[in-house]
Each structure stands twice: as structure tokens, then as C-alpha cells.
């Protein structure tokens, strides 16, 4: 089991750029996937990007393809996904979470990543 914190959330305007960072524990971190995912009041939560257990794949939801990028460094235990051109769209409580399994090949289905982090709001202003 994988134990998640992310952190760097908060309110930006529109336009502007946040970096999320997720801190993982646990030794088996990096032979697992890493993905974020988002939810807005009101609406499903929903994939938003995720990178391979080697950090050598990464793979976008459509909506922030071009303006966020997932990044992971294995000596920090750290995901990270920077977030640029911020939209109003783009608020909800973004979470970390790993797949399930080791060595897996990547999946955007909720149901595959067993292991969450509590989230962190973000709030883009228009």
C-alpha cells in the first residue's frame, strides 16, 4: 500500500500556473503508475493525466493536453503535475493516486488505483 499527500493547491486567476505535488511512502513506489484525477462540485471525479512507474510514459485527459504536464521524481517519492493557462473549468479537488498494480501498464479508470490521497483544492478565479 501506497500512502499519498498532496499539497500546492489554491486560488489563482485565470491565465496563471500552480504546481501540485503528491509525496508517496512506502518502498514500492516507484513500480507503480501515478496518476492525478479531479473533481468538480457537483460532478464525477474524473482522469486528468498519469505517468509510468519508469516516468518514460506520460498520457493526458484531452481538456489539459497542452497545459499541464505530470512529472515524478523516484529519488523524492514525489508526483508532481504543473498546470499552466489555467481555465475556471480546471477548479475542483485534485487527487493523487497509485495503480494498483507493480509494473502495470497505465489505466484512466478510477477502479485500478487503490491508493488515494486526500486531494487538494484548486480554485481558478475568472
Known amino acids: 500500500q501506497v500512502q499519498l499527500v498532496e499539497s500546492g493547491g489554491g486560488l489563482v486567476q485565470a491565465g496563471g500556473s500552480l504546481r501540485l505535488s503528491c509525496a508517496a511512502s512506502g518502498r514500492t513506489f516507484s513500480s507503480h503508475v501515478m496518476g492525478w484525477f479531479r473533481q468538480a462540485p457537483g460532478k464525477e471525479r474524473e482522469f486528468v493525466a498519469r505517468?509510468?512507474?519508469?516516468?518514460?510514459?506520460?498520457y493526458y485527459a484531452d481538456s489539459v493536453k497542452g497545459r499541464f504536464t505530470i512529472s515524478r521524481d523516484t529519488a523524492k517519492n514525489t508526483v508532481y503535475l504543473k498546470m499552466n493557462s489555467l481555465k475556471p473549468e480546471d477548479t475542483a479537488v485534485y487527487y493523487c493516486?497509485?495503480?494498483?498494480?507493480?509494473?502495470?501498464?497505465?489505466?484512466?479508470?478510477?477502479?485500478?488505483?487503490?491508493?488515494w490521497g486526500l486531494g487538494t483544492q484548486v480554485t481558478v478565479s475568472s
Open positions: 493516486a497509485a495503480d494498483s498494480r507493480s509494473y502495470g501498464l497505465g489505466s484512466t479508470s478510477l477502479a485500478d488505483f487503490g491508493s
Open positions: 505517468i509510468s512507474w519508469g516516468g518514460g510514459r506520460t
